[in-house]
């Protein structure tokens, strides 16, 4: 078995990487999730080595074997961050050991073997390190980290795999929704729900995604960019987006956001985003809310903003929610002045433009 005190990463460079031509211009123009760098970092995993051969690759097609349990049965977890090229050229990411808590977490509720904390950063740090000038530089862009993991054993039974597969992938990234600041409506799906009590909604594994799918069409069909979802039992409480959590100002200051109830995702976001609230001496309720508080309070003028937050999005405001039957908001209002005040602090300290109080970034290269 192979010891990660000091993790190594064993390096096999691309013959055939990207010319520099092309990559300045995908860097001039990335989008979101469209290229991807020359490399990838991966680990092997087997119940009786343990974790082993950490390596970064050329990037390209996996094998696998049809028979693979992730095809089967949707053994797999995944996680978003980011790296953020400072004005000096240096290369930092945002709070990765939360990245790393949550894919443990993950891990355990997909019963997947959990990956050292310090694996999960090194694997990134090795690839940023072969990848570095795939980071571009323009104001709100990055590198979009998507570490993740499947289960490769061969084996059609249903129980945990022994075997699985751990990869990071690296992103060139622009705005998420591709009109920066401007704000977003929302669609409330009455007919779906995200998870349920016991689900796997806490967990970041693709079935959430898959299954938000249908919902997100809806949204889309009805000229909104993302799904919201309501608690599954009384289809009543706000739970979070597709794949964002949500917060309403109401006109006092005050933050709301639904509580971390075992079915909505742990965002990085969300957290850093209720902490500088805290550090600016503003209220923040975790707790249940009803989607009549949303409604009423918009059109009483109490819920005075709206937005919603995620690390690909980072903050999105929203001035409309429309459901089958119904619409509240106002297509044509900008974004509020408090969610703008929380993107432009939170992103300052991620592209080192302010001081980093709380000890958030890490140096990558
Ligand atoms: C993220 O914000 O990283 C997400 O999970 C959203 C999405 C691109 C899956």
């Given at each position: 078995m192979t010891s990660f005190a000091q993790p190594q990463f064993k390096i096999i460079s691309s013959t055939h990487p990207v010319s520099a031509e092309k990559r300045t211009e995908i860097l001039n123009n990335p989008g979101f999730g469209k290229y991807f760098s020359d490399h990838m970092?991966?680990?092997?995993?087997?119940?009786?080595?343990?974790?082993?051969?950490?390596?970064?690759?050329?990037?390209?097609?996996?094998?696998?074997?049809p028979a693979a349990s992730v095809l089967h049965y949707a053994q797999e977890i995944f996680e978003g961050l980011k790296a953020y090229r400072h004005q000096d050229g240096s290369i930092w990411t945002f709070r990765p050991e939360m990245n790393a808590a949550r894919f443990q977490h993950s891990a355990d509720r997909l019963a997947l073997p959990q990956l050292p904390t310090q694996l999960f950063i090194e694997s990134i740090r090795a690839l940023i390190g072969v990848d570095a000038a795939w980071i571009p530089s323009q104001p709100d862009t990055c590198g979009y980290i998507r570490p993740f993991m499947i289960a490769n054993e061969s084996f059609l039974g249903v129980r945990p795999a022994q075997r699985a597969a751990y990869y990071v992938i690296l992103s060139p990234a622009g705005s998420y929704f591709g009109k920066g600041m401007a704000p977003v409506s929302i669609w409330l799906s009455t007919d779906y729900s995200r998870a349920g009590r016991g689900g796997t909604g806490e967990a970041k594994c693709g079935g959430n995604y898959a299954s938000s799918l249908v919902p997100q069409q809806e949204a889309t069909a009805n000229g909104c960019s993302q799904v919201l979802f309501l608690d599954a039992e009384e289809h009543k409480y706000l739970e979070e987006l597709g794949g964002m959590n949500i917060f309403l100002v109401r006109k006092d200051g005050t933050l709301l956001t639904p509580q971390l109830s075992g079915s909505i995702l742990r965002g990085v976001t969300r957290d850093s985003i209720i902490q500088l609230a805290h550090g600016l001496g503003m209220k923040v309720e975790e707790r249940r809310i009803t989607i009549d508080e949303w409604r009423d309070g918009v059109n009483s003028g109490d819920i005075s903003e709206v937005f919603a937050c995620g690390t690909a999005?980072?903050?999105?405001?929203?001035?409309?929610?429309?459901?089958?039957?119904?619409?509240?908001?106002d297509e044509q209002a900008p974004a509020g002045k408090i969610t703008l005040a929380l993107h432009k602090m939170l992103t300052d300290i991620q592209y080192g433009r302010a001081q980093d109080k709380h000890g958030w970034m890490q140096r990558l290269a």
């Open positions: 970092a991966a680990i092997d995993w087997t119940r009786d080595e343990g974790w082993h051969d950490a390596r970064i690759v050329p990037y390209g097609p996996l094998q696998l074997d999005a980072v903050v999105a405001p929203v001035n409309m929610l429309k459901g089958k039957g119904f619409t509240c908001g």
